[in-house]
């Protein structure tokens, strides 16, 4: 008895890696983006926003892998045009590659050094994970066509000023510097520069990369014969001799060593002279009663310590070229961002950052948060990076044969966020409107008139627009909209020219905890007169403001 | 002698039919966003925002060419997962069917009338046309679940207190009210129901689409026999009689009736007593004092010109059921925005308005700017529509079985920022950022601390970071910026403890008028003492306001 097949319902689910955003999550983002577009804006840079869709030839990226140009990102093809096949177009995977691609463009119409912002989602066709997703945002502000490392400070700077702006206080975070050309110098006095390396400078790259989850040991075993992972496979290494690895593993804990000996020193120094420091020491006296407090607990002692990593840094380096320039670019950047009031309680000179290099060509940057939060298993961690950034020469060259020098940062708006709400500065949902109820049908307009005056004095509100006829439903209804007020007016109300209004907070608190006497004793509902509405409804709103 | 072939660099271009939007066109839009979004919430409706990308099942609209999934949409194929073959996704055509989609998976959180607001671009793969994107913005706004028609009503308010918060005052908009049940019911007294005779509906629904391009004549054509259009081919007609084209064509030109009556009424009133319009006049007459003068001027006849359209449309669809529960419904539309405060000189019942029916279910409702603009050949036209929508009660059925009543308004932030510009209501730039020049490379430094001071003091500010070896480039650099001030510091100002602050504004209008004689007599650059710089600054900037 076959029966006739019916078209099966469509499945009511995103796809798999996307997802919905509701309410505050929405409203929240919305804010914090507005707020660093203000900060980028002050700064100087220009709105910019570009499709979401480009062609694939333009995003470059992803062109080595002719055969499957949607290798990382959605990808698909125009429709031909007669003989000629249509374009292979994608959904753009950052906000980077089509900044050179709009700078390439427009070039002659665009100031140089031209400064932008851009904020919007992108996409990434990766296997989605548990809080990774394949649409997410970045906001972004870059400055193309400044070879100055003015144009790198500028943005430590202003990285800083959207992170207090957003509710990230001073203290709460670091900007950690970093400078690819440093890592160069140090390959080529481990005897690793040179085309014929190339492939061995990856190894030691990807090493290096690793150092927060293999630890020290972990990498030097990477750089050395190689190492056996956890699940027991053997990692080949990049198999430089004891006295290179040293040279690199110097690198990647310059910064460490220099926060030791910093230490020491500051304690020595207590009790004997020592030249360098005991000036440094008296200029701070001039300026503090306490200098060795300031010194040890405001500062963290971060001015020397950068320092001491400039001076270790310039003994691993010798006499590289790159290397020395890299060491002077970070000298210049601290010294502007210094005279600005960017200081070392804010700007952290270190080594370690690595960001995958490859990309850049020459200071790099990372934001990240100091703070402890509590992970969803109940331990401490910290919260890491919330934005990163740094110079990249080479972008616009693809297209216009001219290597154009640009530098610029990404915030992760969704990691901030989070960390906002991990720390309790946010909250999760925001406050509902205020519900007119229905009593009574044929009064609909009635109703609607007392919400047009709710919302005419700048109060959120609604009618209740579902079936009306149980009362209880509809307090139900303002249950789950959050709502602070209920108004209720029915046919006595009106004829006595007055309205019931419901201080549903209160109410919820009284029902959570009183006894019934206390209830009595404490009206959540008020009778006012009809014209006093507006003012009784703002008054509960602002008691519990 | 053949040489290796080099790849070709990649062309900077967008793909067809997408563009950039740069500085002002990005934060307008941005700033216009946030004013609708503020009204939205308001009015109690909460923030959604889904993917960009939805499964082609979801999306729906286009799954009858099973073949060609992506007719109309951007689609492409997910790789396979084993044997599995890979799901259809889509970028999403406009904000609707997520909001369908949403509903249908997350219906038993969400209470219950949904009222959701969600903003962002949809993409059509469409041929695109001059002022015609593949990428472009909805604002949309609906409430799900609601059945009464309450929620239509209170959209229309919306829509106007939206229009007023972005700055179209009032009387420059008029939002006009239709009622699908109407025409619904006009169809059957022509004797148009059934389903053979769905076909013929089809034609006749079109045909009325065409009033503004076709004018009466053509429409009356297209009922009938048919016509030819401007290139001579031939459209067959509906065939409609004589009579039955009577009665579509009464439809569509009732409110044009209407008003021809109203006119001849009022200027006949004014001489003779008549039962309905004198009790009605009498009622105005109680609340102001020229109410003749009120009711042409002001009010455009509207109360009463809405009461003949009512009555026009009760005579043509006489005793047909779904006919008369229009009429009402748009009786209690009217009424109920009245008793708000939303009158005829905001809303007003237009039969014309039909924004392919075929969708919607009861009440239709279109924005439309009554202003004139010049058109880009210098000729006066009416801007028209900037926003739409109406009553659907059937989208989320596809995906549960069961019916949801919806209704939702769409608004076209483009087309209304095109419309403020065009009325001059709106900058076509955005005031560039205070430039401070670098005289000499080496005070870096200072220069940086400059320019964070003026950030600190909320000025928008920059430092030149191109070569600054040519000064004239800076000033360049500075007038393509559309800055209004210049800082300038060189040697002799550093040693003197000052700063020159040139005001650009006044001196490209020097430049622009004077003699050598008023140049010398109006300086436009002033030198002031270092820290006196940002209130100089400042009063140069409250000047320019």
């Known amino acids: 008895m076959a029966k006739p097949k019916k078209t099966p319902r469509p499945k009511a689910d995103t796809p798999k890696g996307f997802r919905d955003y509701f309410g505050a999550e929405v409203t929240q983002r919305a804010e914090m983006l507005r707020k660093i577009a203000a900060v980028y804006h002050r700064y100087g840079f220009d709105a910019l926003e570009s499709a979401a869709v480009e062609t694939v030839e333009a995003l470059g990226k992803f062109l080595p892998d002719v055969d499957r140009p949607n290798a990382g990102v959605f990808a698909w093809q125009e429709d031909a045009e007669g003989d000629k096949p249509g374009d292979w177009l994608a959904l753009r995977y950052d906000l980077t590659a089509p900044l050179a691609r709009v700078y390439a463009q427009h070039r002659n119409d665009l100031p140089t050094p031209y400064r932008r912002y851009a904020m919007g989602p992108v996409w990434r066709n990766e296997k989605p994970g548990p809080g990774r997703f394949r649409q997410f945002y970045q906001c972004d502000a870059d400055t193309v066509g400044a070879p100055s490392v003015a144009a790198d400070a500028e943005i430590c700077a202003m990285l800083c000023d959207c992170l207090e702006e957003v509710g990230i206080p001073r203290g709460d975070y670091v900007v950690r510097v970093n400078n690819r050309k440093v890592l160069d110098g140090v390959m080529e006095v481990a005897g690793l520069s040179g085309e014929d390396k190339a492939a061995k400078r990856g190894i030691v790259l ?42 690199v593993m110097g690198f990647l804990t310059s910064k460490e060593r220099a926060r030791a000996k910093t230490l020491d020193d500051l304690r020595n120094a207590a009790k004997r002279e020592d030249g360098l420091l005991a000036s440094w020491i008296a200029t701070e006296l001039d300026y503090h009663e306490e200098p060795w407090k300031l010194i040890e607990e405001r500062f963290n002692a971060g001015r020397y310590a950068g320092l001491l990593v400039l001076e270790e840094l310039s003994k691993l380096v010798g006499d590289s070229l790159v290397g020395n320039q890299g060491i002077d670019e970070l000298e210049m950047i601290t010294a502007l961002l210094d005279a600005q009031g960017y200081g070392p309680d804010r700007i952290v000179i270190d080594p370690s950052v690595v960001r995958g290099l490859g990309y850049y060509t020459g200071p790099v940057f990372e934001a990240e948060l100091t703070f402890e939060i509590t992970d969803e298993k109940g331990r401490p961690r910290n919260f890491g990076s919330v934005a990163g950034g740094g110079r990249y020469d080479d972008l616009v060259k693809r297209f216009t044969g001219q290597e154009v020098p640009a530098t610029g940062i990404s915030i992760g708006v969704d990691r901030l966020l989070a960390a906002l709400h991990a720390k309790g500065r946010m909250q999760q949902t925001e406050a509902g409107p205020v519900v007119v109820t229905v009593m009574d049908k044929a009064r609909m307009a009635d109703y609607q008139a007392m919400v047009a005056e709710l919302r005419q004095a700048g109060i959120r509100a609604e009618v209740y627009l579902g079936n009306p006829k149980n009362f209880g439903n509809q307090l139900k209804y303002a249950d789950k909209r959050g709502s602070p007020v209920a108004v209720i007016a029915g046919g006595d109300e009106f004829d006595k020219g007055v309205v019931q209004i419901k201080d549903l907070i209160l109410g919820a608190k009284i029902a959570e905890s009183a006894t019934l006497e206390e209830w009595k004793d404490r009206p959540s509902q008020y009778e006012v007169p009809r014209d006093q509405m507006v003012a009784k409804v703002r008054e509960i709103l602002d008691a519990h403001r």
Chains 1, 2 share one sequence.
């Open 206 to 247: 990807r090493a290096v990369d690793k150092l927060d989850r293999l630890g020290v040991e972990g990498v030097r075993a990477l750089l050395g014969e190689g190492r056996k992972d956890e699940s027991g496979d053997f990692a080949a290494g990049a198999g430089l001799s004891a006295e290179q690895a040293d040279v």
